[in-house]
T-cell receptor
Framework: DGGITQSPKYLFRKEGQNVTLSCEQN?????MYWYRQDPGQGLRLIYY?????DFQKGDIAEGYSVSREKKESFPLTVTSAQKNPTAFYLC????WGTGGTDTQYFGPGTRLTVL | AQSVTQLGSHVSVSEGALVLLRCNYS??????LFWYVQYPNQGLQLLLK??????LVKGINGFEAEFKKSETSFHLTKPSAHMSDAAEYFC??????????FGAGTTVTVRA
């Protein structure tokens, strides 16, 4: 079954700690994306990658970092520099790098809570 | 810059009644338009996509949306609501680049 997996589903972090959220896809898609979702604000783009070994900042990249060493994987690290990290994080992928016109498919999300 | 406005953060309908969710976009160039649905604590699922091939787009679960360029709108409708339609719905717009712009979402409640 092709799809996008995110782990863990729930994640708790103490202030000052870095945490890494996993995103894996077996759809053979070139592009991958990370979004942050807060109540009443829709989805905001954190980072995106159109091809392996390349990624770009989105609208709210401060306090986050990513890597794209393999086509299937696009992990997101939430660093201690992110002032308000508690949110629902969604990973997505699309067949090509034109994410504005190409359909994006979403994973089930990770809910991060900072204690 | 591209922006998407969804009118009404909450919509309540009776089972069997019409569901109408409103979406307006701001762009001088008609964008690609999407409607997604999200059930609690889950990811987004694509309902339908407008690509300029036809102004009336049919999607999954009985939903459809009509693109109106003169009104810069892409409203989502379903003739008869079902209890399983209770969810949050997002409209999104994209141009020929990497980015989708999402509306703030509309939560649908279905009354028995």
């Amino acid at each position: 079954d092709g799809g996008i997996t995110q782990s863990p589903k729930y994640l708790f972090r103490k202030e000052g700690q870095n945490v890494t959220l996993s995103c894996e896809q077996n759809l053979n898609h070139d592009a991958m994306y990370w979004y942050r979702q807060d109540p009443g604000q829709g989805l905001r783009l954190i980072y995106y990658s159109q091809i392996v070994n390349d990624f770009q900042k989105g609208d709210i990249a401060e306090g986050y970092s990513v890597s794209r060493e393999k086509k299937e994987s696009f992990p997101l690290t939430v660093t201690s520099a992110q002032k308000n990290p508690t949110a629902f994080y969604l990973c997505a992928s699309s067949m090509w790098g034109t994410g504005g016109t190409d359909t994006q498919y979403f994973g089930p999300g990770t809910r991060l809570t900072v204690l | 810059a591209q922006s998407v406005t969804q009118l009404g953060s909450h919509v309540s309908v009776s089972e069997g009644a019409l569901v109408l969710l409103r979406c307006n976009y701001s762009s001088s160039v008609p964008p690609y338009l999407f409607w997604y649905v999200q059930y609690p604590n889950q990811g987004l699922q694509l309902l339908l996509k407008y690509t300029s091939a036809a102004t009336l787009v049919k999607g999954i679960n009985g939903f459809e949306a009509e693109f109106k360029k003169s009104e810069t709108s892409f409203h989502l409708t379903k003739p008869s609501a079902h209890m399983s339609d209770a969810a949050e719905y997002f409209c999104a717009a994209g141009l020929n680049d990497y980015k989708l712009s999402f509306g703030a979402g509309t939560t649908v409640t279905v009354r028995a």
